[in-house]
């Protein structure tokens, strides 16, 4: 893939995935839309990446929970002339804990973020894309879309939404020019579960760097998958869903988190 003179949004861009992203991309040559709420980590990031890489840089700070983020951003490019190229929506976050004992505001917000603004970045830039018959649009699920997650339920079934939409339009936008895909990264070395507040699986953790890879090696084939999962051993784990009955595997779930 050429990501030269590109211009890439990465939501999520202050730390873990969203960092890695704009690392790499910056690397390959594309220039960077940098999203998040801490805008002191996106300048700190966009500074030390304007002196060693070179790309240009912009920086916004944006809740995107919030209802009208994703219009005011739309706009706020339109009016800096920036046209995306590269979609990486990979803001998200999980909450952990039995459903009935969650605060509804924090979970509706955990919905917000990982589906209404994904969806609603994807609905706002691929139509240029489509219009310009080149561009990405790179989703970040989880290994968590394969199967139910008792205990982060509500985390487990935005990324079964993010994988099922993602995987849709890949098939809408074949021979367009425009390739989309989700990637599906499992225990990764990141803030998620901290902010979770969950200890997470026992499985070792992957670095951000790998699971970026991961996508963009998949993506520099010429005709890429939906759908990428990150690492051998998760690979594996994604299709055990497919051989044994959707109860079975909510206990076994259920029983794998309890023993965290």
């Known amino acids: 893939m050429n990501y030269q003179n590109q211009t890439a949004l990465i939501t999520g861009a202050s730390s873990g995935i969203g960092e890695a992203f704009a690392r790499e ?13 801490r805008i002191d980590r996106l300048e700190k990031l966009a500074s030390e990446m304007e002196g060693t890489l070179g790309p240009k840089v912009t920086a916004i700070a944006m809740d995107l929970t919030n209802e009208n983020a994703v ?9 800096l002339g920036i046209d995306i190229d590269i979609l990486v929506n990979n803001a998200g976050f999980g909450t952990s804990g039995v459903f009935v004992g ?19 970045l994807s609905r706002t830039f691929l139509p240029g894309m489509l ?10 699920a989880s290994t968590a879309a394969f199967q139910p997650v008792p205990t982060m339920a509500v985390y487990g079934a935005t990324k079964a939404f993010v994988l099922s939409f993602t995987e849709a339009l890949w ?10 895909i989700a990637l599906c990264p499992g225990a990764t070395s ?35 998958r939906p759908s990428v999962v990150s690492g051998a051993r998760n690979r594996v784990l994604s299709y055990l869903p497919r051989l044994v009955t959707r109860g079975f595997m909510s206990k ?3 029983r794998a988190m309890k023993s965290d």
């Open 25 to 37: 991309l910056a690397s390959a040559g594309a220039n960077l839309v940098l999203v998040a709420r």
């Open 71 to 79: 219009a005011a951003l739309a706009s706020q490019l339109e009016t």
């Open 102 to 120: 969650e605060d509804l505001n924090r979970v509706t917000n955990e919905i917000n973020l990982n589906v209404n603004a994904l969806v609603s």
């Open 131 to 140: 219009k310009r018959k080149r561009g990405i649009i790179i989703n970040v």
């Open 171 to 180: 098939a809408e936008t074949l021979n367009s020019g425009v390739k989309v």
């Open 190 to 224: 990141t803030e998620f579960f901290e902010v979770a507040g969950s200890a997470g699986t026992g499985a070792k953790r992957e670095s951000p760097l790998r699971v970026v890879t991961t996508v963009l090696t998949e993506l520099a084939r010429e005709k890429s």
């Open 252 to 254: 076994l779930s259920m």
